[in-house]
């Protein structure tokens, strides 16, 4: 039904700056946000943004560091990442859902990207 798309992914210095991109087709009004996966890890909620834009989500570990924006015009919903650490490194994923209300909850999310490595080097 919907199809993402991220790009932006990449390597970068401890304290450096991403801005990662989600272009989505197939589909209107979806909830949309993004989780990422280290090696070894669970997949982790990163951030939310509601159908118009109003409500947003973080994880508390990128809060005041990423920001989450949606562009409905355009059909893209972008993070950007400032700040990054080691620890950010993981595959980051765009997702979707139709939801009532945007979560943080990674059931809610059926359609999902193909992911783009962020990788933080120290």
């Known amino acids: 039904q919907v199809l993402l798309v991220e790009s932006g992914g990449g390597l970068v210095q401890t304290g450096g700056s991403l801005r990662l991109s989600c272009a989505a087709s197939?589909?209107?009004?979806?909830?949309m946000g993004w989780f990422r996966q280290a090696p070894g890890k669970e997949r982790e909620f990163v951030a939310a943004?509601?159908?118009?834009?109003?409500?947003?989500l973080y994880e508390d570990s990128v809060k005041g560091r990423f920001t989450i924006v949606r562009d409905n015009a355009k059909n893209t919903v972008s993070l950007q990442m400032n700040t990054l650490k080691p620890e950010d490194t993981a595959v980051y994923f765009c997702?979707?859902?139709?939801?009532?209300?945007?979560?943080?909850?990674?059931?809610?999310?059926?359609?999902w990207g193909q992911g783009t490595q962020v990788t933080v080097s120290s």
């Open positions: 197939g589909g209107t009004s979806y909830n």
């Open positions: 997702v979707a859902a139709q939801t009532i209300v945007v979560s943080r909850r990674i059931s809610e999310y059926v359609y």
């Open positions: 943004i509601s159908r118009s834009g109003y409500v947003k």
